[in-house]
């Protein structure tokens, strides 16, 4: 499978991405630009989407009951040479499961996840998975 994102310089204050017609306004803007995302940002909800396709794709599979799904992340940033440290997830989901079954869909997530093994084989990606 391929993907492919276009992204250009829209000027000083900030940058467009375009994939099959979706755009997602890019914050390169150096002062920062609080209607868009900056690169760090939109690493993590790269994850975030990663992490809820997962549980989409694994629940019909396990028939696992899914009300509703929140994912927080954190991401720590070292200056010199300047990259991610650690990122930490917390997903919390709304079902009648058991703790155990929701363990399962955990595994699941992580196991199957095209964003969450790449991230996982550079920075260290730790978090849980629990109730809302």
Partial sequence: MRYE????RLGATGSLAIAHGAEVTLGTDLAGDPRAMNPVELLLSALAACMIK??????PVL????????????AD???SPPKL???RYKITM????????LDL???????????SNTLSAAVPLTGTIGRL
């Fill in 94 to 101: 709304e079902t009648p499961e058991s703790d155990s079954r």
């Fill in 5 to 8: 994102v276009n992204a250009r």
């Fill in 85 to 87: 440290i650690a990122i």
């Fill in 77 to 79: 940033r070292q200056d």
């Fill in 105 to 115: 869909l955990h595994r699941n997530i992580l196991k199957y996840g095209t964003i």
């Fill in 54 to 59: 997962g549980a989409e794709r694994a629940t």
């Fill in 63 to 74: 028939k696992f009951a899914l009300n509703g799904m929140h994912i927080t992340l954190e």
